[in-house]
């Protein structure tokens, strides 16, 4: 059988950055998490004993074969991928690995977090291993962070890997725990009606601001500080909103939010940013950027009875605008018919090619 596993992408609508070291291991964190049901994707199907290592990514469109995981080289378009193969299927060969995503890279979903949870899942699985969504969290966030070293904290695992409307909260000294909000079914409603995803056509370069937010850290009088523990506290008032369906509080949330966000450092912002905020004022009561910063998606709710008007308004302004809509399950996996020896020949001249 060919292995099939999907993870959703997320949005932090408060508390994002809190969850990277060093401010959540010396202060602790909080980050309000939801995931979205857009996806990345992996599927894995093993190959008769000889026939090697094949890789293909369609995002990407490129591939590599090796005659087992051992001979793959460590770096390349597909480093991130080869990471996960390297941790995960150290041991074997003789497969095929095709990955896609719903998503463009670089929008401050946490793309990478949602294919590197897909390709855990996947993996696992076809290795026989028990299989525990927060488990499989941590596991992909410590490939991403430890072996390929990329930085970032940890909520987009948790945003791929268990679905729905989340608070994680990060223990001073390490350690943390995801916990799945209880909304009402009618706050979940209006957060599915209200919101809107939209693409601002700026790169997001989120292990560059991450970097960024580190070393002012480390400053003397540094305002990060001060600007985490504002992130941090909107994170615990809008979990209780949530819960309590309190919409109002929410929008004051997410508002406090952007404007921590903002104040963290000068990469987290930008003039395209604030430029989409205020065309869309008219028609919005709130919003926030999504990710690290700097560019990618906002996330925005709309004035009642103005979403059509602003789904128009933002239109002018970006080629992607999403309805928001809750994906509930994080990432599933599945035993799927294998491909034909057409479909495998296919896809193992393009790893080659």
């Not at 995981?69 to 690995?97: A, H, M, N, Y």
Request: proline share 4%; with cysteine; net charge negative.
């Amino acid at each position: 059988m060919k292995i099939a596993a999907r993870a959703p992408v997320r949005i932090d609508p408060a508390g994002g950055g809190t969850d990277a070291p060093p401010y959540c291991s010396d202060h602790g964190g909080c980050v309000v998490n939801m995931s979205v049901a857009r996806h990345s994707y992996a599927q894995l199907q093993w190959l008769p004993q000889g026939d090697g290592v094949h890789i293909y990514s369609h995002d990407l469109k490129r591939g590599e074969r090796a005659a087992s995981v051992d001979e793959l080289t460590p770096d390349g378009e597909l480093k991130f991928i080869k990471g996960f193969i390297r941790r995960l299927l150290k041991d074997r060969s003789d497969f095929l690995l095709v990955t896609r995503s719903d998503i463009p890279v670089r929008t401050g979903l946490g793309g990478s977090g949602a294919m590197g949870v897909a390709l855990t899942m996947a993996c696992l699985k076809a290795m026989g291993q028990p299989i525990d969504q927060c488990d499989v969290a941590l596991v992909a966030n410590e490939i991403e962070r430890h072996d390929l070293k990329f930085a970032g904290g940890s909520q987009d695992s948790f945003g791929a890997a268990v679905g729905g409307a989340k608070k994680i909260v990060y223990h001073k000294g390490g350690g943390c725990a995801c916990t799945r909000l209880n909304l009402p079914p009618e706050m979940a409603q209006r957060l599915q009606s209200d919101m809107l995803l939209i693409h601002t056509g700026k790169v997001h370069l989120s292990g560059t601001i991450h970097e960024d937010i580190k070393r002012a850290y480390e400053m003397d009088n540094s305002p990060v500080v001060a600007a985490m523990d504002r992130l941090k506290a909107a994170a615990n008032t809008m979990a209780g909103a949530l819960e309590a369906g309190d919409m109002n509080g929410f929008v004051a949330a997410l508002n406090d939010s952007r404007k921590g966000h903002y104040a963290l450092h000068e990469s987290c912002d930008s003039d395209v940013l604030r430029s989409f905020f205020t065309k869309l004022d008219p028609f919005i009561i709130g919003g926030k950027t999504c990710g690290a910063g700097g560019g990618g998606f906002i996330v925005v709710v709309t004035r009642p009875g103005c979403k059509e008007a602003c789904i128009d308004a933002a239109r002018t302004l970006s080629e992607m605008v999403w309805p928001f809509a809750m994906d509930d399950d994080g990432t599933v996996v599945s035993e799927e018919l294998e491909w034909t020896a057409d479909e495998v020949a296919e896809l193992r001249s393009l790893a080659t090619s």
